[in-house]
């Protein structure tokens, strides 16, 4: 099926830890983006990307790496994982536009303990 | 900077009554806006958006949403509300022009009671 594939969907870091969340699309998307969820916060925009090879911040994005070698992946890092960062992790990706919406992944719930 | 403001964190309907759930944007030039829904445990679902043309859009499950340029607002509407529409809604502005960012509202939880 067509769409953003998010692995894993559940994860469990000690804080120190560094982790790598995967996200993979399939619909040739030039837009791919992270954001995380936190209660009462709403979707907050880590990063994002409008191609390959090209990344940028988005409004939270102290703690997290990422980088677009292909069209397809954008992979999101924590290099040094904190509770902090216990949060619900969607990536999301749509053509540069936009005006067709936007493609959510399913998720990953991350804990920091 | 774009900003979403959701102005209620909680929305209770009776069941068959109209819902309103409001929402108001900040941006540069004209938006896009996007309405999304979330179930319980579940991503974020794509309801409907406004791009350009008329101000009322219509989108998934009844729902419809009504652009108001002069008081920055894009509230989202239902006629007759359903136990099953009970989720978290989000509203999202993104500026115009290529790679623009999507920002969402804090999101604001439905209640539809029977």
């Known amino acids: 099926n067509a769409g953003v594939t998010q692995t894993p969907k559940f994860q469990v870091l000690k804080t120190g830890q560094s982790m790598t969340l995967q996200c993979a699309q399939d619909?040739?998307?030039?837009?791919m983006s992270w954001y995380r969820q936190d209660p009462g916060m709403g979707l907050r925009l880590i990063h994002y990307s409008v191609g390959a090879g090209i990344t940028d911040q988005g409004e939270v994005p102290n703690g997290y790496n990422v980088s677009r070698s292909t069209t397809e992946d954008f992979p999101l890092r924590l290099l040094s994982a904190a509770p902090s960062q216990t949060s619900v992790y969607f990536c999301a990706s749509s053509d540069l536009q936009g005006t067709y919406g936007y493609t959510f992944g399913s998720g990953t719930r991350l804990t920091v303990v | 900077a774009q900003s979403v403001a959701q102005p209620e964190d909680q929305v209770n309907v009776a069941e068959g009554n109209p819902l309103t759930v409001k929402c108001t944007y900040s941006?540069?030039?004209?938006?896009?806006l996007f309405w999304y829904v979330q179930y319980p445990n579940r991503g974020l679902q794509f309801l409907l958006k406004?791009?350009?043309?008329?101000?009322l859009v219509k989108g998934s499950y009844g729902f419809e949403a009504e652009f108001n340029k002069s008081q920055t607002s894009f509230h989202l509407k239902k006629p007759s509300a359903l136990v099953s529409d009970s989720a978290l809604y989000f509203c999202?502005?993104?500026?115009?022009?290529?790679?623009?960012?999507?920002?969402f509202g804090q999101g604001t939880e439905l209640s539809v009671k029977p």
């Open positions: 941006v540069s030039g004209n938006p896009y």
């Open positions: 999202a502005v993104r500026e115009r022009g290529q790679g623009g960012k999507l920002i």
């Open positions: 619909m040739n998307h030039e837009y």
């Open positions: 406004y791009i350009t043309g008329d101000n």
